[in-house]
Each structure stands twice: as C-alpha cells, then as structure tokens.
C-alpha cells in the first residue's frame, strides 16, 4: 500500500448532493502522481462535480479528497497553490493578447520575476503559440483559445493539472494536437486529471474511470476497460445490412445490434459457432456475406456496463 | 440507392478571391446517408449552404432533390429538411403543440397534419410523451422530437448539421438507429459533423480540406484504404499534417467557430 503523501489524488467515500439530487454517489479513486487520468462519461455523470472538488471548489458532503496528501476540503491556501485548473467555460481576457493573458496569469499567481520569462517561454513551445504572441484572445480559433487557456493553467507549473472537457467542440486535428500537448505536461511529471465525454478519448490515458449517473462503473487502462467486455462482438457485412440487422436482432442470443454505414455491430451472450453461421447464411439467401470478430471499443463496455440492451 | 437525390459537378464558390468550395463533383444516391467531414475551414459550411439553396455557387452545375441550385432554390427549400444541435423548439409547449406548430408552419392540411403527428410520435418512440412539455424532456427524446419537426413536410432530403456532438452514447446510438430508419423509408441523409465516431455511422463519407475533396468512399473502405482502425485515425492521416502547416503560419483557423 502506497502512503497517501505520495500519492497524486485519492478520493475516498465521496459524495455531493444538489438539493435531493445526489451528484455524486461514494466515489472512491486514487490517481498516482505522475499518472494521466481520464474521468470518462457523458453529461451528468459527475464528472464536473468531482473535478470541482478535487479543485478546492466545493464542500463534499461525505467523505475525503487528497490532493498530493493535502485535504482539499481544508487545506484549500496550499492546495490551490500546486494545482492549475482549466474549468469548462475558462475566462480568456478578449481584449488583451496571447501574451498579455500569460503575463496577466502570472502576476495572478505570483510566478517569480526570474522564472517567469523562462516559464513563459516553455509554454509558447508546448502550445506552438509562440507565433501567435501578440493576438488578441478574442480573434483565436476554437483550438488555440483552448491551447492559451491550458498555458494560462500552467503558469505557475503545478504538480497537479486538473481539465473539465478541454476537448468538447473542438475539430479532430485540434483535439489530437491538445493530447499530444498533455502528454509532453505529463512529461515534466505534472499529475493530470482530465474529463471528457468522447469515450474514445480514454485511449489516450494511462488509466481512466468510467462514469455513470454519479458512480464509477469501471477504472483501469483502456485495454483493461476493453477486455472488461463480457459479451462477444461480431461485425457483419452483405447485401442488405438492415435486413440483417433485423434478422439478427430477433436471434435469442443477440444481447444487441447497431447499423454502422453498411455493415451491422451485432453483440451475442456467447461466440457463435461455425454451424449457427453457416445456418444463419443459409436463412438469409446469401444476404449474409461477411462476418468477423470485431474488437469492442470503450463506447461498447460502456453501454454493455450500464445495461443498455435491446 | 437507384436514384440519385444530389448532384454536383466542378460545383466551385468563391468569395472575392478566397476559394471556399473548389471544384466538387458528387453523386448521393437516394436514401443514403452521406458525411461531410472536414476540419473549420475545409468548405463544408459554404458546400451545405449552396446544396439548401442558401447560396449561389460561382461556378459548375448542382441539383438537389432534381432542382437547380441557380435557378430552383426556392423548390429547394421546400424539399429539404433541416436540422442542427441546436434545436428550434418551444421549450414551454408541449411535444403535440410543436408538432402542431410546425405543421402549421409548413402549410399542412388537418387531417394530412394528424396523420404525421401520429406518425412521427411513432416512428420517433414519443407516443408516451406527447403531451409532456417539451422543457422537461430527455436531450434524446428533444433531439428526436426536433427531427421530426423538420421532416413534417416529408421532405426526400434532411441535412443534419452536427447532430449530436457530445451527447451520452445511448441517446447517439438511439438517434442513429432513428437517422438509419429514416434512410431506410427513402429519405437521403447528408451529414456534418467533426466527430468521427459519427463518420462511422454513415454510408459514405466525403473529406474536404481548403475547398477540395480529398477523399469519398465508405469508412470501411478508408479505414482499409490508410490501414487504420477508426476514421479519426483516417482523417488525422489525410487531414492533420497539411492543417499543422498552414496553422503554423497562421492563416487558418479563423472562422467557422462554434460556440
């Protein structure tokens, strides 16, 4: 067992109500230093929520968050000193520029004069904002707002990165960039807990948690999620894909099915044998032309793991 | 897919001397569902607008729906439905009353309007809801409710604008399985979206960068194409470099935010 001092963060029992509603249900998780974790789950799973409390923000109503050994709840002065936070809707000056934002941040979190230029210099060459130094925030694109805001977090180069889906709304290209720059943060062994709702966004982490309705369904890395899945994934091709997914979905054995262009997911209880498929050719009049194991993504445990079947 | 629902060929809009859209040629066939994907910038915006008749091209030729995008717009309009994340729907009347509203929009006769109301609150798993106000709804059950409304008028060809970014992954798949229903009774589909997840869920997708087509073929098809395993791969493939660049020098990315 690892002393909590040396550990990145680590929830325990946490819990917080909204009126009646209960946000979050006992969440326990620990997150080692140095790790990139993901908290993974649509909206409203709690995952702000968490954040928020990781990040000194809010009160739990039961339970602990320990944030490099220190309660959040408590020690909020030396808590805060050593994180960065970049909230869902962060607050850029328009008016003033890539430049002046940063230098803005640091006075604000009073980064010392002798660090400050070489800090500031990093940041430009982990964004690749350096060119765009004396933009206004107000005329950047979607992705290198999101870059500024980031930088803007890691001004006073924190021990611990907190990000609430710094990556929703963003353009594919950008998103991928935004990775590639957290990977090179966690390099300077910055601990980094970051959300997301695209689930295919928890291969990009050491380990993530999958959330659900204010609990935690699933935590490992994304090849432990995947090999978490308990029923066998097939990817069927032919003719007529809806006339397949029909035929399938009426199969006692299908747990469920979903077109995807002209080929049809079909999830079963148990692997198919060579004669269910050489039967099931033969019903369809070769409508059935193709069919191969297909590895399940984390979209597919996630549902397998909230019991969304049909 | 026999019939083909649009048509372009060399269809090219400039804007003084930027190239937004540059010389596309394509054919979707009816009841497809055809992707447009792209980064901000890439053209899709200018190609949708001119393919609704919301914009003339500057040159080559487009039909949609077997109307002329120079002379036919406004029979354009009339064929086409419309639908975008963010839905025109009054929170504060009830699922019903929308529909009912929207008919009446659309000029739809009493009985030709009960017909639809029936069958959209069908087709669109809404019948237990249609008198619950709108405001109280579940995110899928809006998302459904609004795509009914603007197919009211039983248009051949729906556009769906970014449909369902960021949404729990039940209601997208929901949503999905709806959009295929739809394109399995005829209608034509035509996607944007920058979410590649969703690529996967059409017939065929086409890639823009400045204005061109870079790629038009089927996700299954790409994906073996690049040998890659998912169209975000794809895309970051064809797409990501040549963006890198032209970021680096700063004279992209400036236009086409979303909020």
């Known amino acids: 067992m690892t002393a909590p001092e040396t550990r990145g963060i680590q929830i325990t029992n946490f819990r917080k109500l909204y009126g009646k509603t209960e946000a979050v249900k006992e969440v326990s998780l620990s997150v080692e230093r140095g790790e990139l974790f993901g908290l993974i789950g649509p909206d409203g799973a709690g995952k702000t929520t968490l954040m928020r409390a990781v990040c000194t923000l809010l009160v739990p109503d039961g339970g602990t968050v320990l944030v490099q050994g220190r309660d959040a709840a408590r020690d909020i002065a030396a808590v805060r000193a050593r994180l960065g936070y970049m909230p869902q809707r962060f607050s850029l000056y328009q008016d003033l520029t890539v430049e002046q934002n940063l230098r803005f941040f640091a006075d604000l979190f009073q980064v010392r004069q002798k660090e400050r230029e070489g800090r500031l210099e990093e940041l430009y060459r982990f964004s690749r904002l350096g060119p765009f130094k004396k933009r206004r925030a107000g005329a950047l694109s979607g992705g290198m707002r999101q870059k500024l805001a980031l930088s803007c977090a890691l001004v006073h180069t924190p021990e611990t990165l907190v990000l609430d889906e710094p990556t929703t709304g963003v353009d594919p290209v950008s998103r991928h960039e935004f990775w590639e720059i957290l990977r090179a943060i966690q390099k300077e062994g910055t601990t980094i807990l970051v959300s997301t709702a695209y689930l295919d966004e928890a291969d990009r982490c050491d380990r993530v948690a999958l959330m659900h309705e204010g609990r935690i369904v699933a935590v490992g890395t994304p090849e432990e999620i995947k090999a978490g899945f308990r029923h066998v994934l097939y990817r069927l091709a032919g003719r007529d894909a809806r006339e397949l997914r029909r035929f399938f979905s009426g199969l006692p054995q299908v747990h469920s099915t979903q077109l995807f262009g002209d080929a049809v997911h079909v999830v079963f209880a148990k692997k198919p044998g060579q004669s269910d498929w050489e039967e099931w050719r033969h019903a369809l009049e070769g409508k059935l032309e193709h069919w191969s194991p297909e590895r399940p993504s984390v979209e597919d445990v996630f549902l397998e793991l909230i019991g969304s079947g049909r | ?259």
């Not at chain 2, 995008?69 to 439905?81: D, F, H, L």
């Open chain 2, 1 to 259: 897919m026999h019939e083909t629902s649009v048509t372009t060929r060399e269809l090219t809009r400039r804007f003084g001397r930027f190239v937004a859209v540059d010389r596309v040629s394509i054919e979707v066939g009816s009841g497809e569902i055809f992707g447009f994907l792209g980064a901000n910038g890439a053209g899709k915006t200018t190609l949708i607008r001119v393919l609704c008749g919301l914009l003339k091209p500057t040159t080559g030729e487009a039909t949609v729906a077997g109307y002329d995008v120079y002379t036919q717009s406004e029979r354009i309009k009339q064929n086409i439905g419309y639908m975008s994340q963010r839905f025109s729907l009054y929170e504060d009347l009830t699922v019903a009353e929308n529909i009912e509203f929207y008919g009446g929009i659309y000029g739809l006769a009493r009985t030709k309007l009960r017909q639809k109301e029936k069958e959209i609150l069908k087709n669109f798993g809404l019948h237990r809801h249609a008198d619950s106000l709108t405001a109280g709804l579940p995110f899928g059950f809006k998302q459904r409710l609004a795509l009914g409304c603007a197919m009211l008028h039983e248009p051949p060809i729906l556009f769906l604008d970014e449909p369902t970014s960021g949404v729990d992954p039940r209601a997208r798949r929901e949503f999905w399985d709806t959009i295929h229903e739809t394109a399995g009774r005829g209608t034509t589909v035509l996607v944007t979206t920058h979410f590649m997840e969703e690529a996967e869920y059409c017939n065929r997708v086409l890639i823009m960068h400045v204005g061109r087509i870079i790629a038009l073929d089927t996700p299954d098809a790409l994906k073996s194409r690049f040998e890659k395993r998912t169209m975000q791969e794809v895309f970051l493939e064809l797409v990501g470099k040549e963006i890198g660049e032209t970021r680096t020098r700063g004279q992209h990315g400036e236009q086409g935010e979303k909020p």
